[in-house]
């Protein structure tokens, strides 16, 4: 791999380039390709902002973000995000890091899919959502220049058809664990994917609860015996 893309250095320590081995040999190409964007995509937006971040801690955690994805967690029923960053933590441990800097990647791996938080959190952990936003949304697009942009794909190449690839990749990694999805945008791909999904509906959670199961009252219709007839109503 080269050293240098767009004025921005990857990490070229042992550990790097046992985590790449590692990537290389468990993900897809275009999973690799993505994550390699991914850091580059975040060390870059750490360059612009003026953000202080360790770009080993950060490279680490833009490998091992959709690691939860591949064959090896077909049978994980937790979220992908979670396994990913499970992964890392053991990955990390084996060599010698410390619990502080572990804890760092595992954040950032397992709350690259949840917006809003991220960004108030350490730089590493804000860079990787921010580069994984990027490379498969385009947040941020335009805060790139052509001549970043061109240097990145060149050296970690985006497929043709991305788009449709990397919802494939989410679906393979997500079609046997759709509860994990509940809570996030994850379930749009198996909406997407899938036209048998059933996404879960907080409102009916929240109205089938066992605080709602009291003599004489119906969740769905209204409370009778209170004299309820909305739905909505707070039971005090």
Known sequence: MQNEIAGIRLPDSQLAREMTEFIRDTESDLLFHHSARVYCWGALTGARTGSTFDPELLYA????????LTARYEQSQLRFEVDGANAARDF?????????DIETVWNAVALHTTPGIPQFMR??????????????AGRGYDQFTDAQREAVVAAFP???????????????????RPDSTFGTFNDDVLAFKDPGFQRIDMCT???ASSWNRRAGCDPVGGCAHHGHHDAGHKHE
């Open 61 to 68: 955690a833009s490998m091992f973000h959709d690691v939860g």
């Open 92 to 100: 990390l441990r084996g060599h010698g890091i410390s619990e502080r």
């Open 123 to 136: 730089p590493e952990i804000a860079l990787v959502q921010a580069g994984a936003g990027m490379d498969v």
């Open 158 to 176: 985006r497929e043709t058809d991305f788009a449709h690839g990397i919802i494939d990749a989410f679906h393979q990694g997500m079609k046997h």
């Open 205 to 207: 959670v929240i109205l």
